[in-house]
């Protein structure tokens, strides 16, 4: 089974001889890869819809192996069971949704090796979440395909102090850099990161010149306009932020 880049990059999170519970499986593609590859044991995937998962029966039975994949409707991790897998994949959906599945699935966070998450939205709200709760973030990486940036994280149960990481520590600065763009990403001086930062820089730069008045000043603006020119300078301080980190020799 090939895989969009995407995907591969979610796939290359997990671990071997894991069990991997895949929830909004779609059409079955990621469980059909890492069971094929040997990278996985056996899987469960899982969907909201059942019009997705009939999707994912058929491929997983044209590629014969339907006596190791499971294919259960479910809403998110509702009808996974103690002990089935050791890894969830959580992909392709919004920010608040994967945030949602996580909440209602408290009782596998102690029980699980890693969680690989690949938020399509609000990944400053998924880290934050993650933060809260007790997450660590054990490894992360980004990918270009037709244009989109995509971000895939794996995450466990872990003290924060384990990693030498403590929130309170870090400057304000840095912790906002590395919840909107990912400690770990920046740490490692990502270059598809690097790569986006310097797209994202131009971006508000640009968006700072339309709100602007011909002179260049915020005093002529209207209040609103005011708030949009706030909001984006403070934008792209966050990214010169992460831009800094990253150019910093150790």
Do not use: N
């Not at 090796?113 to 992360?140: H, N």
């Not at 986006?196 to 010149?209: D, F, H, N």
């Amino acid at each position: 089974m090939r895989l969009s880049k995407r995907l591969e990059l979610v796939a290359s999170f997990v671990e071997e001889g894991s069990c991997i519970a895949d929830v909004g499986t779609d059409h079955g593609y990621i469980p059909i890869a890492l069971v094929e590859r040997g990278t996985a044991q056996r899987a469960v995937a899982m969907d909201l819809r059942e019009g997705p998962l009939q999707r994912a029966r058929e491929h997983i039975c044209q590629a014969g192996l339907s006596d190791r994949i499971e294919t259960r409707l479910s809403d998110g991790l509702a009808s996974l069971k103690s002990g089935e897998a050791d890894t969830v994949v959580i992909a392709g959906m919004g920010g608040s949704l994967v945030i949602h599945i996580l909440e209602e699935g408290r009782r596998f966070w102690g029980e699980m090796k890693r969680f690989i998450l690949s938020p399509q939205s609000d990944l400053e709200l998924v880290r934050s979440y993650l933060e809260a709760s007790g997450f660590s973030t054990v490894d992360e990486a980004m990918t270009e395909e037709d244009g989109k940036y995509y971000t895939v994280m794996a995450v466990r149960m872990e003290d924060q102090k384990a990693l030498g990481r403590e929130a309170g520590a870090i400057p304000a600065a840095a912790r906002q850099a590395g919840l909107r763009y990912g400690r770990c990403l920046i740490d490692k001086k990502d270059p598809v990161l690097a790569e986006y930062l310097e797209r994202e820089a131009g971006r508000i730069r640009s968006v700072l010149s339309r709100l602007r008045d011909p002179a260049g000043s915020a005093e002529t603006v209207s209040d609103s306009r005011r708030s949009a020119l706030e909001q984006m300078e403070a934008d792209l301080a966050v990214v010169q932020e992460a831009q800094r980190e990253m150019q910093q020799t150790v």
